[in-house]
């Protein structure tokens, strides 16, 4: 980014003194890394081009104390006409903010220009959905039969999988099941807590019952009425993190895509039940989203 000759820095000495204690602060105290110290020292030195340009002189810190919301907002804009979009804009804002909120911190100068300025719109992007092959690979528990772990977790795993892909329930809600409500044997709808702490019913396939049923006559536990239908290694309420972890290492055994994540297995259920003629009305319903255009795949 050029910190180590500032003479290609368009700004004043007082300016590139403090970028220098800046980038020494997120490098030994934020533990930023050197590519991503690049990256925020190019994004601030694009916002001082812009400055020079856009006040007619080399910015100093008097200049960033007096910025205000309609330069940044100028800044954007420029940006915007040279093709930035809004995923690329955010993340370079974010990097001048860095500098500017340090700044602060320091003494130096003001953020409250940037906190003011409504930041660009995004558009969500949708998980990938696993092919149909994959998806069922990745809840199988033969799948991880080799590991070196007790056959009741190995069982475990893939009953809470089985509910992300067989039910398109989300980790929170599978882990949410209590023993009371576990869908087993003749009980082929379970009742979940979703966000917004709303309630919905979702019907459960027998081979998700059968692989919940498994867990069951496996787990070394006696799991209490209403305590965690799914636990962790001593007994107490399982971590989402370890369904994550699983996933993480089933993509690695099975070569999948980094876009291969608890979320993509929910996608999954509902990409395919909509290719089978599924309603997508219904499968709203089924994954509790509050509003249609969520759903739309």
Request: proline share 7%; with cysteine; charged share 25%.
């Amino acid at each position: 980014m050029g910190l180590d000759t500032p003479t290609l820095l368009p700004a004043g000495p007082d300016v590139i003194a403090a970028m220098r204690r800046w980038h020494e602060h997120l490098g030994s105290e934020r533990r930023f890394s050197p590519k991503t110290l690049d990256a925020y020292g190019r994004d601030v030195r694009q916002f001082l081009t812009f400055l020079t340009e856009h006040l007619g002189r080399w910015p100093s810190l008097a200049t960033f104390g007096a910025l205000t919301p309609a330069d940044v907002r100028a800044f954007m804009a420029r940006r915007r006409t040279e093709g930035l979009e809004n995923r690329s804009l955010m993340r370079l804002l974010a990097g001048v903010h860095s500098f500017a909120r340090f700044l602060e911190r320091e003494g130096l100068g003001e953020a409250a220009a940037f906190g003011s300025v409504r930041t660009p719109k995004i558009a969500r992007r949708l998980p990938k959905p696993l092919s149909p092959g994959d998806a069922k690979d990745v809840a199988k528990a033969e799948t991880r039969a080799g590991e070196d772990r007790p056959p009741w977790v190995l069982a475990r795993d893939a009953a809470v999988i089985a509910l992300l892909y067989g039910a398109g329930l989300r980790i929170s809600e599978a882990l949410g099941i209590t023993r009371r409500d576990a869908p087993i044997g003749d009980v082929d709808m379970i009742t979940v807590i979703g966000k917004g702490r709303k309630a919905r019913s979702v019907p459960v396939i027998a081979p998700v019952r059968r692989a919940i049923e498994d867990y069951l006559s496996r787990c070394p536990f006696v799991l209490k009425a209403e305590g965690p239908l799914f636990v962790g290694a001593r007994g107490g309420p399982l971590s989402p993190r370890i369904i994550q972890l699983v996933i993480e290492r089933l993509r690695g055994a099975l070569g999948l895509p980094d876009t291969a994540t608890p979320h993509a297995l929910r996608h999954s259920f509902a990409t395919h039940l909509l290719s089978r003629g599924g309603d997508l009305r219904t499968i709203q319903e089924l994954l509790g989203h509050a509003s249609l255009s969520t759903t739309q795949i």
